[in-house]
């Protein structure tokens, strides 16, 4: 007797522990930058990607006719976004490169190689176009230093494997400095269907590029969500738009489900944690996940956006597309940065939108 309940107690304590262990997340607040701001003959919007280095924040502008990043101060104080401040507009658009002509950039990500200060983008290219999404590097001044070799079933040809609009999308720095993830927004079209509001196998992939070798070196499945919501117009969809390497091989995943019909409260954002275990099927040589047995990554529901839609300006949820760490709070703990893409406001209102959360262990 005296053995089982020593045994139950080591049990509880051991559960307890993996408890702990498990990550939360928290509102904090809301910052609005005005419709149309302008800075350096640039209007603010489309800001589609946000990373952190020595103290300034680098967002992305998805406009492929002129492509460009800024070099932005966040101001946080007392668990409030006290101010954005946009410092500085770099564009990419030396007609002397060859890269920057015969590509289409159309970004939607960016990371900084802190170590180098050089930066890091992706884009989604253009499918309809045969234009290949692409991972590329320049230096502070957005002059073009390289490229990535990306696995051959990135590339559009003749065979249709990829989603117009729906290539990589969302991109994220390893913790341990030696290269870096990017995922798809979509499914490849040999891998699954895109989420609809049945049950079906939507698996994006995620890849880990080498920094030193430029090639990607894995890659995992991850699994989509189904639309939840019921339709009120003919756009249905749910894709990744953000991903954020937190801690060794777990991931947080933005995901956004949007449907037309629903004026500018068509977006549903949610937060998932996926975490790359043991049995996780590295995909990287697989052509075609429709014919293959894989196991995905783990996944669970931390944060719903709806839970906090009356703390937001006109309870809106917009099109958060970007996700970085933010500073440390005072109490210690970490905060995280979103940012939503307005699409310069051509689909109707649409919010400049950052959010700042709390991550709580």
């Known amino acids: 007797m005296k053995i089982k309940f020593i045994f139950l107690l080591a049990s509880l304590f051991i559960f307890s522990c993996v408890k702990k262990q498990e990550v939360k997340l928290t509102f904090l607040d809301e910052y609005i930058v005005k419709d149309s701001l302008a800075i350096n003959n640039s209007i603010i919007g489309g800001l589609s990607g946000i990373d952190y280095s020595n103290g300034y924040y680098y967002l992305v502008i998805d406009d492929a006719r002129n492509p460009r990043f800024l070099k932005t101060k966040i101001n946080i104080k007392q668990n409030k976004i006290e101010s954005v401040d946009f410092k500085k507009v770099i564009y990419l658009n030396d007609s002397t490169v060859p890269f920057y002509t015969k590509q289409v950039l159309d970004l939607e990500s960016i990371f900084i190689d802190t170590e180098n200060k050089q930066v890091n983008f992706v884009s989604e290219g253009s499918i309809i176009r045969r234009k290949s999404p692409s991972v590329f590097t320049t230096d502070s001044l957005g002059n073009f230093i390289e490229k990535y070799t990306i696995p051959n079933y990135f590339i559009p040809n003749e065979i249709k494997k990829l989603k117009h609009n729906g290539a990589f999308e969302g991109s994220s720095k390893s913790l341990d400095n030696k290269g870096f993830w990017v995922a798809m927004e979509s499914p490849l079209i040999v891998d699954g269907e895109e989420p609809t509001f049945k049950k079906t196998s939507s698996p994006i ?16 499945a991850y699994l989509l969500d189904s639309v939840s919501r019921v339709a009120k117009g003919n756009i249905n969809l749910n894709g990744l738009t953000a991903i954020l ?30 975490t790359v ?15 293959t047995k894989f196991n995905p990554l783990k996944k669970r529901l931390l944060f719903d956006f709806n839970d906090v839609k009356d703390q937001l300006t006109k309870s809106i949820v917009d099109n958060l597309e970007g996700i970085t760490f933010g500073p440390k709070l005072e109490n210690g703990n ?9 699409n310069f406001q051509v689909y109707g209102e649409q919010l400049n939108q950052f959010i700042l959360l709390e991550i709580q262990n």
């Open 205 to 220: 992939r995620i890849t880990y590029f080498d920094k030193q070798k430029k090639i990607a070196t894995k890659q995992y």
């Open 277 to 291: 275990e043991e049995n996780s099927t590295n995909i990287l040589d697989v052509q075609s996940l429709k014919e």
């Open 245 to 274: 390497e937190f801690k060794k091989d777990n991931f947080l995943i933005v995901e956004r489900a949007y449907q037309n019909g629903y004026g500018p409260y068509g977006n549903t954002l949610r937060i998932f944690q996926a």
């Open 334 to 342: 970490q905060s995280l940065i979103l940012v939503s893409d307005d």
